[in-house]
């Protein structure tokens, strides 16, 4: 097997934070290339640097999970502070949280599932194993 098909984990004795890390930032967890997603939620179907098939991953709903459960817990101290002083009126303070709500959830989405298959990757679940040069890429 050539250098450059052996998993940058392996290699290199990256742990699971920085591996998460290359997905959260949109690149490949495996050489670090860029870009993971060819458009916003979706992975490319191969590396352009080292030829990883990310058609493998099974996300899922897991990534939205940790969109939603960070964006509120980012607002909630702020909306509590706010509504508990009454800085603003009832109205202006639930349309902020439901605009805060969507941007932040936005926001936080690539990043989220570009973590979840970084660490799939690393932990070599769903086909991303040894095999996975042998087997054919499912769909997403």
């Known amino acids: 097997m050539p250098h450059s098909a052996t998993p940058a984990h392996d290699s290199t004795g990256l742990s699971a934070v920085q591996i998460a890390l290359r997905g959260v930032r949109n690149h490949c967890p495996r050489c670090d290339h860029k870009p993971l997603f060819a ?29 939603i459960f960070i964006s509120g817990h ?31 959830t936005i926001a936080l989405l690539q990043p989220a599932k570009g973590a979840v298959i970084a660490l799939q990757y690393h932990w070599r679940m769903h086909g991303f194993g040894e095999k996975e040069a042998a087997a054919p890429g499912k769909p997403d």
């Open 39 to 67: 458009r916003y939620l979706k992975p490319v179907e191969r590396c352009a640097c080292c030829g990883q098939d990310w058609t493998l991953h099974q996300a899922d709903d897991f990534p939205a999970y940790i969109a």
């Open 74 to 104: 980012l607002l909630a101290p702020v909306l509590i502070a706010a509504g508990s002083r009454e800085l603003l009126p009832m109205g202006v303070l639930a349309l902020v949280a439901i605009i805060g709500a969507l941007l932040l």
